[in-house]
């Protein structure tokens, strides 16, 4: 089993949709996630973190985290055409672990 | 804050070169870097972990004498891609933290293409 497992999706929403991004981990000792965004042909760019359980919320982000259930999700209200990127799930603090990331289309 | 540069965004090289690449921590001090490569289409392969004045530790299957990297300060770390072939063609990144920081902090990248 991977350390982060992503479904690679691609997953296309419409405009204004919610889009929803999943992403299971299978080291229960992590303290730390983080969702990166990265368009093609670009590096990553961090887009949140958490590291208590619960809703984070930050513009048209949330950010959820279940550590019982060893899941971490990013939700994206009123999606954009600009929001279609990968978005790579990561955990951990000095030794960060990646997902394969997820492709999300927003069709206009 | 945490602005992580690299340089030189894009190179191309004959087969048999070399190519250095730097990453700079602009307004921290990166306690922490770490180099990616990446091929079309696919996630992020972590290549090696370096921390400042140590010698850095190497992912599975990477060679460390053909890829070299320095992390001679708290605000540099060099990778040097050693005999380039057309197959290290790729996109190379480095990301940094540093203390106090949970995130790691990524450089735009470095496109290599060798010819």
């Known amino acids: 089993q991977k350390e982060v497992e992503q479904n690679s999706g691609p997953l296309s929403v419409p405009e204004g949709a919610i889009a929803s991004l999943n992403c299971t981990y299978s080291?229960?000792?992590?303290?730390?996630f983080f969702w990166y965004r990265q368009y093609s042909g670009k590096s990553p760019e961090l887009i949140m973190s958490?590291?208590?359980?619960g809703d984070k919320e930050d513009g048209r982000f949330t950010a959820q985290l279940n550590k019982a259930s060893q899941y971490v999700s990013l939700l994206i209200r009123d999606s954009q055409p600009s929001d279609s990127a990968t978005y790579l799930c990561a955990l951990g603090d000095n030794d960060m672990r990646f997902g394969a990331g997820t492709r999300l289309t927003v069709k206009p | 804050g945490a602005v992580v540069s690299q340089h030189p965004s894009w190179v191309i090289c004959k087969s048999g070169t070399s190519v250095k690449i730097e990453c700079r921590s602009l307004?921290?001090?990166?306690?922490?870097m770490f180099w990616y490569r990446q091929f079309p289409k696919q996630s992020l392969m972590l290549m090696a972990t370096s921390n400042e004045g140590s010698k850095a530790t190497y992912e599975q299957g990477v060679e460390k004498d053909k890829f070299l990297i320095n992390h001679a300060s708290l605000t540099l770390s060099t990778l040097t891609v050693t005999s380039a072939h057309p197959e290290d063609s790729s996109f190379y990144i480095c990301?940094?933290?540093?203390?106090?920081?949970?995130?790691?902090?990524f450089g735009p990248g470095t496109r290599l293409t060798v010819t």
């Open positions: 958490i590291y208590s359980n």
């Open positions: 990301s940094a933290t540093g203390t106090g920081l949970n995130e790691q902090y």
């Open positions: 307004d921290f001090q990166a306690t922490t």
């Open positions: 080291d229960r000792g992590s303290q730390s």
